[in-house]
């Protein structure tokens, strides 16, 4: 498994759930606003910027950088230019991607000057020691449908078959399926969409690891898994009359939340 060595003087702001999209201006806004000042305004850099997955609502190929017109480059276009500047300031940049955003790749990383990173990986620090890191959606274990929607989506032969169509009909499939993800969830039971206790268990296991770090459930906070060690979900992004978003800063003080 991947781990990511951090000194005990080096630091790691990871943001998950942002779900930007191009409908939704004054959420970019927003996060632009917010990452900006934790990356160049703070009292302190920090030497990593993760994010997490679902970054984007929805991501239909990294072609869509090459429709330098298109609307819905626009959250990406605004995104890549701060992790420009941070890349230039010595930040490390990582993307993970999640479940909306899955085809995030090589051309979309290059442009953020980013790595992407495998999931799940490990990120080492002497205040936490070994945390194991990842979206957070292949832990939901108990949504069947889910997990078989899942497995079809990120098969290299669905994703060839789905990156050939035209950028318009992907867009339009997506959609499509985010329509029909959110009338899922309003008929499913919330308890199937959390991560099941004993697959993340295993996984922390797995890993021969000491905490478990994930976004995906929109459901921030810090809790106890089976065997008494810390799980940390990171914050989904809101705009609107009462904002919603921020992340978590690992450093020597261990695991911190960001709120707006």
Known sequence: MK?????????ALVVSDI?????????????????????FSGPGQPDWLILL???????????????AEHPQAEPARALIAVLERAHAAGVHIGILGGNRD???GGAFAAHAHADLLPEPFVMEHPALGRVVVCHGDALCTDDANYQRFRELV????????????PLAERL???QA??????QYKASASM???????????????????DVLLHGHTHRPGCSLLPKGKPRWVSTDWHAGKTPRGGGLLINSQGMTPLNL
């Open 3 to 11: 781990t990511l060595a951090l000194a005990a003087e080096h630091s």
């Open 19 to 39: 779900h930007l999209d191009a409908q939704s201006p004054a959420l970019t806004q927003l996060f632009i606003s917010w990452l900006k000042a934790q990356l």
């Open 53 to 67: 997955g679902d970054i984007f609502d929805a991501w239909v190929g990294d072609d869509l950088l090459d429709a």
């Open 102 to 104: 899955f085809l995030l």
């Open 154 to 165: 990120r098969s290299p032969q669905w994703q060839k078959t789905f990156l050939a169509k």
């Open 172 to 174: 339009s499939e997506a």
């Open 177 to 182: 399926m985010r329509a029909q993800s959110e």
């Open 191 to 209: 308890d199937i969409m959390d991560i099941n206790p004993a697959a993340a268990q295993a996984l922390l296991e797995k890993a021969q690891a």
